[in-house]
């Protein structure tokens, strides 16, 4: 397996001085290697780990390659770090079996880990701030209450904030430092839950960056008390407003039916109704699968995960 190595030059200590970046030697994962940024400074959010995972055969003189950038990456790649439960996804070894198969391109994953604001960080920016000030305290309130006050008692979202931090700060580190093909088509983002509001949200915000959103269970009502209607209504009219025309993307969504999972359907038919109004074809460049019996969690989500990559990176 070949590692990645870096080279002491002068950009790259000139980036450790002004950013603070913290490069480890590559590590061992189950499948390929992942190096490891300790403390990715932001002028924008709090400073976070990030682990960019290659696959086997990556080098920095072969084939670039896409990017995947990952929300909540401390669950992708190990048990020992996964934060819910314990359960990692194992993106890299269903990467791997992908790629043996031949069904899909390899890819760089870049898991960007969430801190205590996570709430906060993966909240659309601009519909949350439209919801009327009482149900827009009432929300994140709900969320401090289960989560501690860490999740952010001052109810201001942070959404915007988290997204120029990946367009530009993270992306550009990444596309400097390896081997990527840095184009809209070839860049992807994923996430669950919150993370999956998220990720659509950046492909509406930044539809030229980002070439498709993999959304598994999307947390459209934000509270964890009540399945509130108002955000997720706010959350979708704006991405009515917002969402490129078909023709350039692809977006998967998905959802379970138990636990949080069986709040989603009634607002995700609402969002398919968004997806077909503006072209996106079910099937083609847009998927939203059903996944019965399945609860909100890490392993219902490792179990599927295979289905968005594929269709994100389908050999042609």
Not at 242 to 269: C, K, M, N, V
Not at 297 to 306: D, F, G, Q, S, V
Request: proline share 5%; charged share 20%.
């Amino acid at each position: 397996m070949q590692k990645m190595k870096f080279s002491v030059s002068l950009a790259l200590w000139a980036s450790v001085l002004i950013f603070g970046f913290c490069l480890t030697t590559a590590t061992s994962a189950d499948s390929g290697s992942i190096d490891t940024v300790e403390q990715f400074e932001s002028r924008f959010v709090d400073a976070r780990r990030v682990d960019v995972w290659l696959p086997d055969g990556y080098s920095a003189s072969g084939p670039a390659l896409p990017v995947i950038y990952a929300q909540d990456g401390q669950n992708l790649f190990r048990s020992g770090t996964a934060a819910f439960g314990g359960t990692e996804w194992q993106f890299d070894e269903t990467i791997a079996k992908l790629v043996a198969d031949q069904k899909i391109r390899p890819a760089i994953v870049v898991g960007i880990w969430n801190t205590q604001k996570r709430f906060l960080e993966y909240a659309p920016e601009i519909p949350v701030n439209s919801l009327p000030e009482s149900i827009r305290l009432e929300t994140i309130q709900s969320v401090t209450k289960h989560y501690g006050a860490s999740a952010g008692a001052d109810g201001v979202p942070l959404g915007d904030s988290y997204l120029k931090f990946m367009v530009e700060e993270l992306k550009p580190y990444i596309d400097e430092h390896y081997n990527t093909l840095p184009n809209r088509a070839d860049t992807f983002l994923i996430g669950s839950s919150m993370g999956g509001l998220i990720s659509i949200y950046a492909l509406a915000r930044y539809p030229d960056i980002y070439g498709g959103a993999m959304c598994l269970s999307t947390h459209w009502p934000l509270s964890i008390e009540e399945n509130r209607h108002e955000p997720a209504d706010a959350i979708i009219a704006y991405l009515d407003s917002a969402l490129p025309q078909a023709g350039q993307h692809r977006i998967y969504f998905d959802f379970g039916t138990e636990t949080l999972d069986a709040w989603y359907e009634p607002h995700q038919s609402k969002m398919d109704k968004v997806m077909a109004s503006h072209g996106y074809v079910q099937g083609k460049d847009w998927i939203t699968m059903k996944f019965e019996g399945e609860p909100h969690n890490e392993n219902a989500w490792k179990k599927r995960l295979h289905i968005p990559v594929e269709m994100m990176l389908k050999t042609e």
